[in-house]
């Protein structure tokens, strides 16, 4: 049995995430769209944060909400007038696009409720169940070349910044 | 009441189709690659919600997203470097109008 407060948390960020992420997809003014994904980002971050993974919850925060979403609003600053809008879509596209869409929310929403996996462990349950997650393993995931541990994988991904710093000099700079 | 599994794969489920609906409707690229976020938080979420659900005493989950995460600021850095440089080429970001290496 979940406690009120941990149920009404969620109906108030999910119907936000779906509130939004819509808004976002149909919004006609492009720095309309992106506030509203960046409503999203924090939304889920109180997903992560209910879900236990505090500094999940902190690094989609920073990065997405504070990082991605200032690339977004510069990058529609430099490239159209905030006052621009996206022309109406036309029938034959918005019809592919409504298609597709509820295509897809049918056919996941239908495997969703035939999947074996769910065994019905409510949220409170589960978050007794593990570990809490702290600082000094996550530090210990991170830097071990153990079974479980991701050192590889870490400085792949700071090579792979590296590379994305030089790329993105490189790809914007005036000629 | 109880918050299982499939209240939380519902949110992302819808946040899933609303960027493919975004990816297929949109001309703009900026609104293309939003719609791309969109996309990849859901799967972002879909791990979290699995590992916490399934096998709570493991990370893997959170390790998997935090490296997803990494991934799509440096993918969103070098797409809006490209769009940007687009922009200055042929003055607007829209996708019909990129035709030079299209073939």
Request: charge should be positive.
């Amino acid at each position: 049995m979940d406690s009120v407060a941990n149920i009404i948390l969620y109906f108030v960020v999910a119907i936000a995430i779906i509130v939004f992420s819509v808004m976002t997809v149909t919004s006609r003014k492009i720095l309309r769209a992106a506030t509203y994904l960046l409503f999203v980002l924090l939304a889920v971050g109180v997903f992560y944060f209910q879900l236990g993974y505090q500094f999940l919850g902190a690094v989609q925060i920073a990065v997405y909400a504070g990082g991605i979403m200032v690339l977004f609003v510069f990058s529609i600053l430099l490239t159209r007038r905030p006052d621009d809008k996206a022309p109406l879509l036309d029938s034959h596209r918005r019809a592919i696009g409504i298609t597709v869409a509820v295509a897809g929310v049918a056919l996941l929403t239908g495997a969703l409720f035939t999947m074996p996996l769910i065994d019905g462990m409510s949220l409170t349950q589960c978050l007794s169940a593990g570990p809490e997650v702290t600082m000094k393993q996550i530090g210990e995931l991170f830097t071990g070349t153990a079974r479980f541990q991701y050192l590889l994988p870490f400085e792949a991904i700071s090579v792979l910044l590296l590379a994305c710093i030089i790329g993105g000099v490189t790809v914007a700079r005036k000629r | 009441m109880d918050l299982t599994m499939l209240w939380y794969l519902v949110p992302s489920i819808i946040m899933f189709c609303a960027g493919v609906f975004g990816f297929v409707t949109r001309k703009n690229m900026i609104a293309l690659l939003l719609s791309l976020e969109l996309m990849l938080n859901s799967a972002d979420l879909n791990f979290v919600v699995f590992n916490r659900f399934l096998f709570p005493g493991q990370f893997e989950g959170m390790v998997f997203t935090l490296f997803a995460i990494a991934i799509a600021a440096a993918e969103t850095a070098i797409a809006i470097a490209i769009i940007i440089n687009i922009y200055r080429e042929i003055g607007n970001t829209d996708i019909n109008s990129v035709k030079k290496m299209k073939f």
